[in-house]
C-alpha cells in the first residue's frame, strides 16, 4: 500500500523501534512531542534493571523506554528532538 500526504507526495512512515538504554539520558523531549504516549520514563538500578519510578525507589538514573510501540503513527518527532540520537526507527515489518 503507498501512502500519500495530505497533498498527494508519497510518504513512508518510520516507526520507533527500540531506545538505546546506554545513550539515553531521560530528558523527556522525546515524551513530549508525542501525542500518541509510546514512551514512558523508566529508572535504572544499580543492577542495570529496569524499574517503575516511585518516590521511594532509589535509581542510578532516568530513561525512556518504548512503552505502547504499536501506538506509534511513524510521525518521527520523536527523533528529531533526541538529542543523543538513541532511538532506532524502521518500517512496519
Not at 501525542?35 to 525507589?57: I, N, R, T
Not at 535509581?59 to 505502547?68: G, I, S, Y
Request: charged share 30%; aromatic share 4%; net charge negative.
Amino acid at each position: 500500500m503507498q501512502l500519500v500526504t495530505r497533498d498527494g507526495r508519497n510518504w513512508q512512515p518510520t516507526y520507533l523501534l527500540d531506545i538505546d538504554r546506554a545513550k539515553c539520558i531521560g530528558c523527556g523531549r522525546c515524551f513530549k512531542v508525542c501525542g500518541q504516549k509510546v514512551m514512558s520514563l523508566k529508572g535504572v538500578d544499580e543492577e542495570g534493571a529496569l524499574v517503575d519510578l516511585e518516590e521511594d525507589e532509589e535509581v542510578e538514573r532516568k530513561v525512556m523506554v518504548v512503552a505502547d510501540g504499536g501506538s506509534c503513527i511513524g510521525c518521527g518527532a520523536c527523533g528529531r528532538v533526541c538529542a543523543k540520537s538513541c532511538q532506532s526507527h524502521g518500517s512496519a515489518a
